[in-house]
């Protein structure tokens, strides 16, 4: 995954685009910005909550990896440092380069 998720930190949202695409890619969502940018979200197959979920940061760190999900990254790394020692260790872990295979 490309890293472009760290250039919407701290923008604020003033709309959002969903698109199906029959020619691919066939899911879009465009982040739309106060400041005119948009970021766009897309893949062949995705969905997304029906609402909001509370406990930030360190909550959707522990939901993902109690659904058996592996922190890639975490944006902004200030932040993470920040929150709480599970969101460090998450952190920690998402940085780490890859053991090499023996």
Do not use: W
Not at 10 to 26: H, L
Not at 27 to 48: L, M, P
Not at 49 to 74: N, Q, V
Not at 83 to 93: G, I, M, N, P, Y
């Amino acid at each position: 995954m490309k890293h472009g998720f760290e250039k919407i930190i701290g923008r604020t949202v003033s709309g959002v685009v969903v698109a199906s695409n029959p020619n691919g890619p066939q899911h879009q969502v465009f982040v739309c910005f106060a400041d005119g940018t948009a970021f766009e979200i897309y893949g062949e197959s995705f969905s997304c909550a029906d609402g909001l979920d509370t406990g930030g940061l360190p909550e959707a760190i522990r939901y993902a990896e109690s659904m058996g999900g592996k922190i890639e990254r975490i944006y902004p790394t200030a932040l993470a440092q920040a929150v709480s020692t599970e969101a460090k260790q998450a952190l920690d872990r998402a940085m780490r380069p890859p053991k090499e295979a023996k």
